[in-house]
C-alpha cells in the first residue's frame, strides 16, 4: 500500500543493444574513413569502452535505487513536530494539494496510518497559516474519485473525496493517481470495521 514509483533495471536489453550497436558503428565508421578494418588494438580499446559504459550504468543504477529506497523511506516517516498518537506508524504517504474554500489549495503530505488519515501542509503552507488535518480511522466513512466542480484551483483533474463521519462535507484532495488512492484509502480502512 506504499505509493512508491517503480525502477526499471540499470542495464536492460535495449540498454545492451544500443552499446553493442554503438561498437559497431565506431568500426564501421573505421573502415569507413581509414579504408581498412580497424587492428586488434582498436577493437580492444573499443571493448575496454564498452565494459566502462556498462559498469558505468550498473553503478548509477544502484545509486539511483539506493536514493528510491531512502527516500521511500523518510516519506514514511513522520515529522519531528508531528503529535503522534499511541504507537501510530504511517503506512503510506501521498503529495497531495488539499480545497481549502473554492479558491485556496493547501499543498502538503496525506498519511494513512495505523490509527487515522491524517494531512500535513507543506512549510510555506503553514507559514500562511494552513492548518493539519485528520480523521480517525472509524469515523472515515468511504472514499471517492469526484470531478471538478466548478472554478478552483486544483486544476482540471479528478479529486480523492474522503467522507467523514460528523462532518457537513467531504474532504477534497487533488492527487496524481485518484483511482489507486481511492483503492488504497478503502483498503485501509477495512482495517477499522468491527
Known amino acids: 500500500m506504499t505509493a512508491s514509483g517503480s525502477s526499471r533495471s540499470p542495464t536492460s536489453p535495449v540498454q545492451v543493444f544500443l ?26 580499446l573499443n571493448f575496454v569502452l564498452l565494459v566502462m559504459i556498462i559498469t558505468a550504468n550498473l553503478i548509477r543504477g544502484r545509486q539511483r535505487e539506493e536514493h528510491e529506497r ?35 489549495p493547501v499543498g502538503g503530505r496525506l498519511y494513512l496510518t495505523t ?10 503552507e503553514r507559514v500562511l497559516a494552513a492548518k493539519e488535518w485528520s480523521a480517525l480511522g472509524g469515523d472515515v466513512v468511504g472514499a471517492r474519485v469526484v470531478d471538478r466542480d466548478g472554478f478552483d484551483l ?37 482495517s477499522f470495521v468491527d
Do not use: C
Not at 516519506?75 to 481549502?100: D, G, I, W
Open 19 to 44: 552499446l553493442v550497436l554503438s561498437v559497431a558503428g565506431v568500426a564501421t565508421s573505421w573502415v569507413f574513413f581509414v579504408g581498412e578494418w580497424p587492428s586488434a588494438a582498436s577493437l580492444m
Open 115 to 124: 490509527h487515522r488519515v491524517l494531512f500535513l501542509p507543506h512549510r510555506e
Open 154 to 190: 486544483l486544476g482540471k483533474r479528478e479529486r480523492l473525496s474522503i467522507a467523514v463521519r460528523g462532518e457537513s462535507a467531504d474532504e477534497v484532495f487533488a492527487v496524481t493517481e485518484p483511482h489507486t488512492v481511492v483503492e488504497d484509502v478503502q483498503r485501509w480502512r477495512l
Open 70 to 104: 531512502l527516500a521511500r523511506r523518510s516519506f514514511l516517516s513522520f515529522p519531528a513536530k508531528v503529535v503522534r498518537l499511541h504507537r501510530e506508524e504511517p503506512l503510506a504517504t501521498y503529495l497531495v494539494n488539499r480545497k481549502v474554500g473554492s479558491l485556496r
